[in-house]
């Protein structure tokens, strides 16, 4: 018996959601370079890599060193580290001591980050995509001048391969995630012809979040060469609310005692931010859904609680009882993943998978 609250892998899911996307990509005839921001774990990694994964994405120096040292698991050596890094010097090192255990690709947005980084890594062998805003207006160069981005670092020394970027605009309801995915292969075509423009030839155009990866084969396909989706091992309560994926896609919950029942229709577990994560959207209905009650909502987050609220028609009945185990589906995974140390994967077994990338965020 494991105490809660802990994360637990519904490996069946989860093998079927890798399996999914891995077939739809071929559909497509697109790559797959997965986020791995999300699961943080080499086993999962490795399932990735065995469905046809290139590669891996990843946030953060810290991530590619772990799933470089894992290497030997996961099967991978290709990574990219999608984000417009600055390097100091100590980072600049461990770039450099990267490139040369493993392919590695990062990102630039800028003609003065391109410089710099062109600066800091010196001889090794980095390959660089530009990034372009398709939307979202975090990081990334307007799409028509990607071109002067790649053709200043192609200038410093750096090896230019192509384009990419992350329509994270795609959060939303109603026709949020479509509009998402046209903006993103738009941004894509007009930075890749940018590109052309300057002499250089976008061999990669980068892109597909997990709420637009099944849409893009409705919107002007042939544009992507590939997809960097990151939920869609274990999905969350997030992509149910946007109509990404339904509850039997769920694979990952957050196992929690009930340790309060009112008579009305509100429990209380033991689940609170410190595991499940303190995410909430604007248009989020709650701060969590239960995988076996779908119309019930976490309507209050603390460190170590949550409030979950019935709707009124729920028979007494159905309402866990005190002391009893209930499935919290996370808002947002990728949070939850890095607040444990190790994920109970349900395949027969209690088989314990550590989460090797846990805070590793520099």
């Not at 670092?153 to 605009?169: C, E, N, Q, R, Y």
């Not at 701060?287 to 409030?307: F, K, M, N, T, W």
Request: proline letters at 5%.
């Amino acid at each position: 018996m494991i105490d809660t609250p802990y994360l637990e892998v519904d490996v069946d899911r989860l093998d079927r959601n890798l399996t999914n996307l891995a077939e739809a990509a071929r559909r497509i005839g697109v790559d797959v370079r997965p986020h791995a921001k999300t699961h943080k774990c080499a086993e999962i990694a490795r399932r990735q890599r065995d469905l046809g994964a290139v590669g891996l994405t990843v946030a953060t120096v810290g991530e590619a060193e772990a799933f470089a040292d894992a290497a030997a698991v996961t099967c991978c050596t290709d990574l990219f580290i999608a984000y417009p890094l600055w390097t100091g010097p100590t980072k600049a090192a461990r770039l450099r001591a990267l490139a040369d255990r493993v392919a590695l690709r990062v990102g630039v947005d800028s003609v003065d980050g391109a410089r710099h980084l062109a600066e800091s890594v010196g001889a090794a062998s980095i390959r660089v995509l530009v990034e372009v805003d398709s939307g979202q207006h975090r990081t990334g160069v307007v799409p028509e001048r990607a071109g002067e981005v790649a053709a200043a670092a192609s200038a410093a020394g750096l090896d230019v391969i192509g384009v990419f970027t992350f329509p994270g605009h795609s959060y939303g309801v109603g026709d949020t995630r479509r509009a998402a995915a046209v903006a993103e292969v738009r941004a894509l075509a007009a930075a890749a012809e940018s590109l052309r423009a300057h002499g250089l030839e976008p061999l990669v155009r980068s892109g597909g979040s997990t709420p637009t990866v099944g849409l893009l084969d409705e919107v002007t396909p042939g544009v992507l060469t590939e997809i960097r989706p990151g939920v869609y091992p274990f999905n969350d309560a997030q992509q149910i609310e946007i109509g990404s994926c339904g509850f039997d896609d769920v694979a990952l919950t957050a196992v929690a005692t009930v340790v309060r029942r009112d008579d009305g229709r509100r429990i209380v577990v033991d689940a609170g931010s410190k595991i499940l994560g303190a995410d909430r959207a604007p248009w989020a209905t709650g701060y969590g859904r239960l995988l076996d009650h779908p119309d019930a909502r976490i309507v209050q987050l603390s460190e170590h609680h949550a409030v979950v609220d019935f709707p009124d028609r729920t028979p007494g009945d159905d309402i866990p009882r005190l002391g009893s185990l209930v499935r919290v589906v996370p808002n947002h995974v990728c949070n939850a993943v890095n607040l444990v140390d190790e994920l109970v994967a349900i395949d027969g077994e209690d088989t314990r998978w550590p989460v090797i990338a846990r805070g590793r965020n520099s």
